[in-house]
């Protein structure tokens, strides 16, 4: 019922930034936790980064706090996530999500996603 739209992804070197957004067809925007979850060739689908529908609980995975910042516009339907000094092992289509969870980090627990977009860090 909720669909997801993700932009923002692309190509860039070591140590520059991107900022991804993802914008949702739904009204009820704000009762939905958001996420972003990553997955890189060969590896599992991990948990980026969420916050809840009231914009105070957030998570970051340790590989990026300090890099990665996630933000939503309840208003405009849409969660962001900007990205500082990134880095090679960032590489990976980069997912938005959308869930009423308990556990957020887990995958499984979100009943909407969108369809990715590609980001790739050259050294």
């Known amino acids: 019922q909720v669909q997801l739209v993700e932009s923002g992804g692309g190509l860039v070197q070591a140590g520059g930034s991107l900022r991804l957004s993802c914008v949702a067809s739904?009204?009820?925007?704000?009762?939905?936790?958001m996420a972003w979850f990553r997955q890189a060739p060969g590896k599992e689908r991990e948990f980026v980064a969420s916050?809840?529908?009231?914009?105070?609980?957030?998570y970051y995975t340790d590989s990026v706090k300090g890099r990665f910042t996630i933000s939503r516009d309840n208003d405009k339907s849409t969660v962001s996530l900007q990205m500082d000094s990134l880095k090679p092992e960032d590489t990976a289509v980069y997912s938005c999500?959308?869930?009423?969870?308990?556990?957020?980090?887990?995958?499984?627990?979100?009943?909407?996603w969108g369809q990715g977009t590609q980001v790739t860090v050259s050294s």
């Open positions: 999500a959308a869930g009423a969870l308990v556990r957020p980090t887990l995958a499984a627990q979100y009943k909407y």
């Open positions: 916050m809840g529908r009231n914009g105070l609980n957030t």
């Open positions: 739904e009204r009820t925007f704000s009762y939905y936790i």
